[in-house]
């Protein structure tokens, strides 16, 4: 019994790789994603700690995928807190006393970091002390303490701020604090608010950062801009001379142009209240824009219809909710790849409507660099990982038939083994390849009249025996569901990824579900389970590349992170859509969409 010829083939494409030869080699060294003597070094550890070639990929991939994540979440977030920020400052300036100004200050500092509770904290001078206010059961409760006292009193006395991840560890906390307010302070984030003259005023202090998370220096930038408002707030509510709300709202996007000046990010602020914009340097650097710090609503308009991102005009209207993730091409400095999202601002004064956008830019070129020579390397190592795959499975299959002769049981448990590991590694250099091809926009999509009751039946019925293997209830509830336009051979596809990923996180003795919805325009296709539930910081990743899904009730990850990814393009390259509801411990439905057969 002999291997020898599927092992030459494996041991000669891992000399490609080692000697820099050959196109894997060449590909990394070309990219400068390596070196020699990287190559060398990553294979003495790969022959201490044997890890396989394809977790090799997978790491790759993990590893690139999750940059390109990162700064693409960050993206998201950045946009949606501006404009929170934003409706946030124009709501501090409607507010007519102190008490509902208090209230909004401390609900909204909660929300936009994402905090489960913010306090304020005012210098009384006469007295020498801290008003500190807190929210009790929604009412503004005030408790009067020593300005010595405390992170806030600290903070007040040197205008520094304090980002603490454990309070009770600092011998600045005052545990006292936590007994009157009846509260447990785990991370605590203190900004000093201040007037123009840089005169400490007051203290915001931010408590407990959601998900047991720390506060970030992006959270830091968030509460020093807040605090910057709310100073401007208490200055204008305090003011005895009555301000015309054209010279708050003026003074407002000044400061916001103040605030946002710092920010690696782009930002653009136009509403239709003012013709003042926030335009701040990031965005002049990435866009090459030549224009001064007196620049107007009209010249930024027109600098923004030369970027092909549709009607300004058109934004402030009615569409800016309806806005979409964009990635735009400048040439000029150089070639770059901006990620330009969008958030609607709403909110005015006087009850009046004040419609605006925050356009948010976000150089992604070397993240994108990164994903192109990644996406390269993969297709290519895959391509040749193909042949010696498929030889061993060959050469195994042909020895299990007896070809070499008759094989005894302990030799057929072995070969079945291997048989399994190259189907495994099969199916992985395949769905890399899939991958390869979607991210290239090359899948092969036909679409025609699907009969889409039959595909669901057939997928269904190809499952029964894994269905009586896991002892789950795999039910159809599928009736009189209408042709769709669509690619059968896809739609089976995205099915079984849907179905397979319910197999993994439903329990023995549990249900799976599919059930169709038909609508005007589509079908929505869902794949129910009663498993152990998706955790929602867990759903908005699912569908990313390599992203990998922790069953919470065994602490185990499942597959590889490409199934789910697969099937929101394959169901996106037919113009349909996909999400997922689901709560911990109460199951998940998987929905995807496709458009109706006319």
């Given at each position: 019994?002999?291997?020898?010829?599927?092992?030459?083939?494996?041991?000669?494409?891992?000399?490609?790789?080692?000697?820099?030869?050959?196109?894997?080699?060449?590909?990394?060294?070309?990219?400068?994603?390596?070196?020699?003597?990287?190559?060398?070094?990553?294979?003495?550890?790969?022959?201490?700690?044997?890890?396989?070639?394809?977790?090799?990929?997978?790491?790759?991939?993990?590893?690139?995928?999750?940059?390109?994540?990162?700064?693409?979440?960050?993206?998201?977030?950045?946009?949606?807190?501006?404009?929170?920020?934003f409706n946030a400052s124009?709501?501090?300036?409607?507010?007519?006393?102190?008490?509902?100004?208090?209230?909004?200050?401390?609900?909204?500092?909660?929300?936009?970091?994402?905090?489960?509770?913010?306090?304020?904290?005012?210098?009384?001078?006469?007295?020498?002390?801290?008003?500190?206010?807190?929210?009790?059961?929604?009412?503004?409760?005030?408790?009067?303490?020593?300005?010595?006292?405390?992170?806030?009193?600290?903070?007040?006395?040197?205008?520094?701020?304090?980002?603490?991840?454990?309070?009770?560890q600092s011998p600045l906390?005052?545990?006292?604090?936590?007994?009157?307010?009846?509260?447990?302070?785990?991370?605590?984030?203190?900004?000093?608010?201040?007037?123009?003259?840089?005169?400490?005023?007051?203290?915001?202090?931010?408590?407990?950062?959601?998900?047991?998370?720390?506060?970030?220096?992006?959270?830091?930038?968030?509460?020093?801009?807040?605090?910057?408002?709310?100073?401007?707030?208490?200055?204008?509510?305090?003011?005895?001379?009555?301000?015309?709300?054209?010279?708050?709202?003026?003074?407002?996007?000044?400061?916001?142009?103040?605030?946002?000046?710092?920010?690696?990010?782009?930002?653009?602020?136009?509403?239709?209240?003012?013709?003042?914009?926030?335009?701040?340097?990031?965005?002049?650097?990435?866009?090459?824009?030549?224009?001064?710090?007196?620049?107007?609503?009209?010249?930024?308009?027109?600098?923004?219809?030369?970027?092909?991102?549709?009607?300004?005009?058109?934004?402030?209207?009615?569409?800016?909710?309806?806005?979409?993730?964009?990635?735009?091409?400048?040439?000029?400095?150089?070639?770059?790849?901006?990620?330009?999202?969008?958030?609607?601002?709403?909110?005015?004064?006087?009850?009046?409507?004040?419609?605006?956008?925050?356009?948010?830019?976000?150089?992604?070129?070397?993240?994108?660099?990164?994903?192109?020579?990644?996406?390269?390397?993969?297709?290519?190592?895959?391509?040749?990982?193909?042949?010696?795959?498929?030889?061993?499975?060959?050469?195994?299959?042909?020895?299990l038939q007896g070809m070499?002769?008759?094989?005894?049981?302990?030799?057929?448990?072995?070969?079945?083994?291997?048989?399994?590991?190259?189907?495994?590694?099969?199916?992985?250099?395949?769905?890399?390849?899939?991958?390869?091809?979607?991210?290239?926009?090359?899948?092969?999509?036909?679409?025609?009249?699907?009969?889409?009751?039959?595909?669901?039946?057939?997928?269904?019925?190809?499952?029964?025996?894994?269905?009586?293997?896991?002892?789950?209830?795999?039910?159809?509830?599928?009736?009189?569901?209408?042709?769709?336009?669509?690619?059968?051979?896809?739609?089976?596809?995205?099915?079984?990824?849907?179905?397979?990923?319910?197999?993994?996180?439903?329990?023995?003795?549990?249900?799976?579900?599919?059930?169709?919805?038909?609508?005007?325009?589509?079908?929505?296709?869902?794949?129910?389970?009663?498993?152990?539930?998706?955790?929602?910081?867990?759903?908005?990743?699912?569908?990313?590349?390599?992203?990998?899904?922790?069953?919470?009730?065994?602490?185990?990850?499942?597959?590889?992170?490409?199934?789910?990814?697969?099937?929101?393009?394959?169901?996106?390259?037919?113009?349909?859509?996909?999400?997922?509801?689901?709560?911990?411990?109460?199951?998940?439905?998987?929905?995807?969409?496709?458009?109706?057969?006319?």
């Amino acid at each position: 019994m002999t291997f020898l010829p599927s092992v030459t083939k494996e041991q000669q494409f891992m000399k490609t790789i080692e000697k820099s030869r050959g196109k894997l080699g060449q590909l990394l060294l070309e990219k400068k994603m390596v070196s020699e003597e990287q190559i060398e070094e990553a294979l003495e550890v790969q022959k201490i700690n044997g890890k396989s070639l394809g977790d090799i990929l997978i790491d790759l991939g993990n590893t690139t995928s999750s940059l390109i994540t990162s700064v693409l979440s960050v993206a998201r977030r950045t946009e949606q807190q501006l404009a929170r920020l934003f409706n946030a400052s124009i709501g501090m300036l409607q507010c007519v006393e102190h008490t509902s100004l208090f209230k909004f200050i401390m609900v909204e500092a909660a929300r936009i970091l994402e905090a489960d509770m913010c306090n304020l904290f005012l210098v009384d001078e006469n007295s020498g002390k801290l008003n500190c206010f807190t929210l009790d059961k929604g009412k503004v409760k005030e408790i009067r303490t020593p300005l010595t006292r405390g992170l806030a009193g600290y903070v007040a006395k040197t205008g520094e701020s304090i980002n603490l991840e454990d309070a009770y560890q600092s011998p600045l906390f005052d545990p006292q604090i936590d007994e009157d307010m009846e509260y447990k302070t785990r991370t605590v984030l203190c900004f000093p608010v201040k007037q123009k003259n840089n005169k400490v005023i007051g203290v915001l202090r931010v408590v407990n950062k959601k998900g047991k998370a720390l506060f970030t220096s992006h959270d830091e930038w968030l509460c020093k801009s807040f605090a910057i408002f709310v100073s401007n707030a208490i200055s204008m509510i305090n003011g005895k001379k009555a301000v015309s709300p054209d010279t708050m709202i003026t003074e407002n996007m000044r400061l916001f142009n103040l605030a946002v000046e710092d920010l690696p990010e782009g930002v653009i602020i136009i509403t239709n209240d003012t013709d003042s914009v926030v335009v701040n340097p990031a965005v002049k650097w990435m866009l090459g824009w030549k224009i001064n710090k007196d620049i107007d609503k009209e010249n930024t308009t027109l600098l923004l219809n030369g970027l092909g991102l549709g009607d300004v005009s058109k934004w402030l209207e009615d569409e800016v909710g309806m806005l979409t993730s964009q990635e735009i091409t400048i040439q000029i400095p150089g070639s770059k790849v901006i990620k330009v999202d969008f958030a609607e601002i709403n909110g005015g004064m006087n009850n009046k409507r004040n419609r605006g956008c925050i356009v948010v830019f976000y150089d992604i070129t070397k993240e994108k660099e990164v994903d192109h020579v990644k996406s390269e390397f993969i297709t290519i190592a895959s391509h040749e990982l193909l042949s010696p795959i498929t030889s061993m499975n060959n050469a195994v299959n042909l020895i299990l038939q007896g070809m070499l002769g008759p094989n005894t049981e302990p030799q057929k448990k072995f070969l079945r083994i291997i048989s399994d590991g190259t189907k495994y590694l099969s199916y992985l250099t395949t769905s890399l390849l899939d991958i390869a091809l979607l991210e290239a926009g090359k899948i092969p999509v036909k679409k025609e009249k699907v009969d889409l009751e039959a595909v669901i039946k057939s997928t269904i019925e190809s499952l029964w025996f894994k269905a009586e293997e896991n002892k789950i209830s795999l039910i159809n509830k599928n009736g009189n569901t209408p042709s769709v336009l669509a690619d059968s051979n896809r739609v089976r596809q995205a099915l079984l990824n849907l179905l397979d990923n319910a197999f993994k996180f439903t329990p023995h003795g549990g249900e799976i579900i599919v059930e169709t919805n038909t609508t005007e325009n589509e079908v929505e296709i869902c794949v129910k389970d009663n498993g152990v539930g998706i955790l929602l910081e867990e759903q908005e990743k699912i569908f990313e590349r390599f992203y990998q899904i922790e069953n919470t009730a065994t602490k185990k990850h499942y597959g590889i992170g490409l199934g789910l990814s697969i099937c929101k393009d394959i169901v996106e390259a037919q113009r349909g859509r996909i999400w997922v509801e689901s709560k911990e411990r109460g199951g998940s439905n998987f929905v995807f969409t496709l458009p109706l057969y006319k």
